[in-house]
């Protein structure tokens, strides 16, 4: 069998490659989306590198529009945009990502131990229906499911099984390539009904058997548990999360004007020049394609990723997904090196985050660190620390964040639907940021 990897591009070129071998079939993937089949070809399974953003999705989508009319690839557009409405959408409530991550906790600890026995059953894929138990096997494996069986295998654990949603959502997180805080959190509170009022979603048996491939189904082993007329949804409180106060903006890029007196300016960022400083690069899972973001025109003096294996093992990662990020880290690593023309180093030291940035800091007589700022979830929980440690020193970190989640994320207050009616007119509109350019196919 082929490696995640090899299925689930894990450098930008091969995403890149990935891509270009699907832009012509584009306009066919709103009729075939929907189908679960061997091998997944009608859907892009780039998810894990939007994640890690080896590609952004303004230059998916960009590219989409410059090849294909509007109409004929809306709905690839929309599943895009999808991603980020779910990112704004958690970022305006932090509190969901909390919660869910403490429920996960108190579930270890304090749930009934036939519960959790019979939950190790299910993810283990011997849950007892044959074709849960084979997703649960190719997640396992691959770190991948369809978003149509996710859908399934998600409402089959809530509404079948009847096992607690969080517990569910922590087995994709641990497994799952593009395992993210937003997309995952936010999918699993949709099919148990809690992010849609009165909408849980059922995983009923003719909609498997209409789209998932027949030789996945020629096992019907329990099949009859989710007849049409057995499934029904369990209820769910209302836990209604409040916004977070107002949106914190913050700049595409650290202008030196900005900077307080004493602390150094950055030299060729935001057109401030004039003062100097020191200032390393911190790059990180959540952007791997800085290079082609508005701190392009930075003079980092490091370039640093850190692998925080206490992180990682905190979470439980799988080891597909460990192998991922590394390999996407390593060339996200790679790319910022030749383009910034500096020392590119990777730290996998055993030291927190925190540590690992105070430390290089410290040996590199930096002023601080210029970064993309992590959204809400695992990266994002260590900002307080990472500024902690710098501070210590007299040094702090620069926070950036690329113009389209600045204009998208503060969107997501409401619906789905407004903040899909906002960005289709941006992009019919054409509005795009001309430094992604790359994907150009005019
Ligand atoms: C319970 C559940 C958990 C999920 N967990 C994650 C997760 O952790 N990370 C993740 O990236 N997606 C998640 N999704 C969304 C979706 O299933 C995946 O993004 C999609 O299956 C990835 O495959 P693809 O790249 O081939 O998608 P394609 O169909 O080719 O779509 C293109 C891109 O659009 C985005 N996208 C597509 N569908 C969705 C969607 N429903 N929600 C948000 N973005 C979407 C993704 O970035 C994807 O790469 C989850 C969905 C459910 C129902």
Redesign the pocket.
Known sequence: MNSPEAL?PATRDAALARWRA?LPRASR?GAL?NRVVSG?P??????????ARLVT?EE?VGSLLETHRFEAVEK?AQ?????D??KGWLELRPEVWTAYRAEVDHLRQRADPAVLERAEAVMAGRGGIAVMDRFARELIETG????????W??GYWIHVERLPWAL??DF??RH?L???????????R??AGLQTRGKA?LPRRSNLEKHCAPEWLADPTGLERLDDSVVAAVPVPDDGPALRGPWESLPEHPDASRLEPGLGGLGGVGGGGGRSGRWGLWLHGEDLSVERSALAGFHPEVVLSVFDARRVAAFGMAAPRVAYLKTALADGLARAGRHFTCPAEACETGETLAEALARVARERRLDGWVAMRPSVGPLGEAIPAIEAALARDGRRVLWCRRRWDEQTWPQASAGFFGFWEKARRRLSAGARDPRQSELSFG
Request: net charge positive; glycine share 4%; proline share 2%.
């Open positions: 689930y699907f993937y989306r997944h009608d859907v892009t399974r780039l998810s894990a590198a939007v994640r999705t998916l690839l599943e895009l945009v999808w991603r409405y779910w991948y499911l369809h978003n149509h069986a996710r859908m295998w998600a569910g959502a994709f997180y799952l593009d395992a993210d805080p937003a997309s995952n959190t936010l999918g699993w949709w099919v979603y």
